[in-house]
């Protein structure tokens, strides 16, 4: 079984930085697209960020263009999500994903074939 685990959470005040890590298990972290999502209280879990297998391409949400970044360092099955220019609506449980290879699809929740347990995000006003 995949799994994948997330860190780098924690409460800050808007206009601060912080990075997101997600640690993958497996051999075969290189084969799968990765993103994030994100679910605030009382709202459907929304999707972030994705990068493809080899780092090149990358798509992300209307709501966090231009303050966030999503990398990944394949050697380290590792994937990041460096948070910039935060604001409170960024508040959220943050969740890594692996997407599933049938299909190429980014921004919906049935795209992903696994999940972390996620991480949480608190942006102070």
């Known amino acids: 079984q995949v799994q994948l685990v997330e860190s780098g959470g924690g409460l800050v005040q808007a206009g601060d930085s912080l990075r997101l890590s997600c640690a993958a298990s497996g051999r075969t972290f290189g084969t799968y697209t990765m993103g994030w999502f994100r679910q605030a209280p009382g709202k459907e879990r929304e999707f972030v960020a994705a990068?493809?297998?080899?780092?090149?391409?990358?798509v992300y949400a209307d709501s966090v263009k231009g303050r966030f970044t999503i990398s990944r360092m394949n050697a380290r099955s590792t994937v990041y999500l460096q948070m910039d220019c935060v604001i409170p609506e960024d508040t959220a449980v943050y969740y890594c994903?692996?997407?599933?290879?049938?299909?190429?699809?980014?921004?919906?929740?049935?795209?992903?074939?696994?999940w972390g347990q996620g991480t949480q995000v608190t942006v102070s006003s």
């Open positions: 990068i493809s297998r080899g780092g090149v391409t990358t």
């Open positions: 994903a692996q997407y599933s290879l049938t299909t190429t699809s980014r921004v919906d929740t049935s795209a992903v074939d696994y």
